[in-house]
């Protein structure tokens, strides 16, 4: 087992992971709801916009649009993180990682 080179490959993940950050926060997901509720993420998690078709504002069924809403948000979010779990995976491939530990 080599210290020094271990060293080295954690520094240079740690560098690979900070700029892979920096790019999935600027990559987006989308999801929708039945057509009608659209929901934008990023990478990082973030909600960017979300966009509601007109035809699904009814006051007399708020309750209806606000499902779809949350529904969207999480789907949009779920994406998000599987994104960047993939990405996550491909820095941390090289390191012989024990199962759980890739970042």
Same mark, same amino acid.
Request: net charge negative; hydrophobic share 45%.
């Given at each position: 087992?080599?210290?020094?080179?271990?060293? *080295?490959?954690?520094?240079?993940?740690? &560098?690979?992971?900070?700029? +892979?950050?920096?790019?999935?926060?600027?990559?987006? %997901?989308? =999801?929708?709801?039945?057509? *009608?509720?659209?929901?934008?993420?990023? &990478?990082?998690?973030?909600? +960017?916009?979300?966009?509601?078709?007109?035809?699904? %504002?009814? =006051?007399?069924?708020?309750?209806?649009?606000?499902?779809?809403?949350?529904?969207?948000?999480?789907?949009?979010?779920?994406?998000?993180?599987?994104?960047?779990?993939?990405?996550?995976?491909?820095?941390?491939?090289?390191?012989?990682?024990?199962?759980?530990?890739?970042?």
């Amino acid at each position: 087992m080599n210290i020094a080179k271990m060293m *080295k490959q954690a520094q240079e993940m740690q &560098g690979n992971m900070a700029k +892979l950050q920096t790019e999935l926060a600027a990559r987006t %997901v989308d =999801a929708s709801v039945a057509g *009608k509720v659209h929901v934008t993420a990023n &990478g990082a998690g973030d909600v +960017l916009s979300i966009r509601i078709d007109p035809s699904v %504002v009814s =006051a007399d069924d708020v309750e209806m649009l606000e499902d779809l809403v949350l529904t969207a948000v999480r789907q949009a979010i779920a994406k998000g993180r599987d994104m960047a779990s993939e990405e996550m995976k491909k820095v941390t491939a090289g390191m012989g990682l024990p199962p759980g530990m890739g970042f």
